[in-house]
């Protein structure tokens, strides 16, 4: 089945390259944009057997760093 | 006593040869070179330097994946016997990561590669590391970073500072690290990682030679243990 970990950074921590794509989206026009935050998604193929445990493991030892991430796991139907 | 020092080289590591010659021109004794895959590290080290580059080609966060390969298991169990570590931008990013060091190395706020010498303040001058220096000296090292703001929650900073373990701060704008924070030492003294780079500043066709008292306190520092 397909996992897909959401890592965003939290929040009160400076999002320098976010601060530079909102500058952009203002450059090209757009309005009304008040913030960007960027993070990563991680798309992962498992075993079914594969256990939220292991999936919180693998998210905070490796996929996020705690000290200025969070994390968010969504197992994806079909 | 013979100075034994191991430079730790992994895929994407560049620094590792000036590592190896500040270390071999300081202590007189050439460092034993290990590679990122082996298990483990050799006996009796007196001094472990894990050098700047771009390790892993910065894959997923500069340093993560420097600090889940087998040698960091060896490096994490020598900090742990009070082995000197000294972790230099990509190291700094390494230790980080694997929690031998608080806080995180992020993007710049300027969003830009920053690549020349800066001021720094020394600030602690009661390590292994920094007992070369005299307290509040301002000394000028290179620095070549892209993810060298230095965070760390408020508590972490006041606990840091309030240790005593702020090695190293930015004397003039550098990254936006907090509190200008350029090296920290974890709480046994004996880990330091910094963003600048003292084994580019051991020669004067370097430019300046203002690294070179912080390899000789620490031949001065084992010499007299």
């Keep these: 089945m397909k996992v897909r970990v959401h890592v965003s950074l939290k929040n009160g921590v400076l999002d320098p390259q976010g601060r530079a794509i909102h500058h952009a989206i203002e450059g090209l026009g757009f309005a009304g944009v008040k913030d960007v935050r960027a993070g990563r998604l991680f798309e992962l193929e498992v075993d079914d057997s594969v256990t939220d445990a292991a999936l919180e493991d693998m998210a905070g030892k490796l996929l996020a760093n705690l000290v200025i991430e969070n994390y968010r796991i969504e197992r994806v139907a079909g | ?225």
């Design chain 2, 1 to 225: 006593m013979a100075f034994r020092s191991a430079v730790i080289t992994f895929p994407g590591s560049n620094c590792d040869r000036d590592m190896a010659v500040a270390l071999e021109q300081i202590a007189g004794t050439a460092p034993h070179r290990v590679w990122h895959g082996d298990a483990d590290l050799p006996d009796r080290l007196d001094f472990i330097a894990l050098p700047g580059g771009f390790s892993y080609g910065d894959y997923l966060r500069s340093g993560a994946m420097a600090a889940r390969s087998p040698i960091m298991q060896a490096v994490i169990a020598a900090a742990g016997r009070g082995v000197p570590v000294l972790g230099v931008c990509n190291g700094f990013q390494v230790l980080t990561e694997a929690g031998l060091l608080p806080g995180a190395l992020m993007r710049n706020a300027g969003i830009r590669f920053v690549c020349r010498e800066v001021a720094l303040t020394v600030a602690n001058t009661q390590s292994l590391f920094t007992a070369g220096y005299a307290a509040g000296q301002q000394i000028r090292i290179p620095v070549a970073h892209h993810d060298g703001n230095y965070f760390a929650d408020a508590a972490t900073l006041d606990r840091l500072e309030g240790e005593g373990r702020v090695a190293f701060r930015y004397a003039e704008p550098v990254n936006g690290s907090a509190r200008d924070i350029a090296g920290v030492l974890n709480e046994a003294g004996n880990v330091l990682g910094m963003m600048p780079h003292p084994e580019r500043a051991i020669d004067p066709v370097h430019g300046g030679t203002d690294g070179r008292a912080l390899f000789e306190a620490a031949v001065r520092a084992l010499a007299s243990a």
